[in-house]
Nanobody, 126 residues
Framework: QLQLVESGGGLVHTGGSLTLSCKGS????????IGWSRQAPGKERELLSC????????YSAASVEGRFTISRDNAKRTVYLQLTNLNPEDTGVYSC???????????????????WGQGTQVTVSS
């Protein structure tokens, strides 16, 4: 079973940047698309971005398009989410989850993510 651990959160000022990491374990890593979500206080979880297992297709929500960039390094079993030009509305717990992608052509409309991890806290001060 694929297990994921998030890291890289912290406290930054408006306009700052962070790079989050989602590291996986297990030999099945290469068969899963990975998604990042955010849960802000009092709000529903929002899918921010996802990336397929091998063909490199990515999706970004309109709220983060142009500011957040997702990438993956399969040799390191890690998916990164680079956050730039952060603002206080980006504050929340950022989590990753996996969706089966045996064909390597996952598209975000398929959904089917497993459980979201405990996440890493991102706090943006004004």
């Amino acid at each position: 079973q694929l297990q994921l651990v998030e890291s890289g959160g912290g406290l930054v000022h408006t306009g700052g940047s962070l790079t989050l990491s989602c590291k996986g374990s297990g030999t099945l890593w290469k068969y899963y698309a990975i998604g990042w979500s955010r849960q802000a206080p009092g709000k529903e979880r929002e899918l921010l971005s996802c990336i397929s297992s091998t063909d490199g297709d990515t999706y970004s929500a309109a709220s983060v398009e142009g500011r957040f960039t997702i990438s993956r390094d399969n040799a390191k079993r890690t998916v990164y989410l680079q956050l730039t030009n952060l603002n206080p509305e980006d504050t929340g717990v950022y989590s990753c989850a996996a969706a089966p992608d045996y064909s390597g052509t996952y598209r975000y409309s398929e959904g089917n993510f497993g459980s979201w991890g405990q996440g890493t806290q991102v706090t943006v001060s004004s």
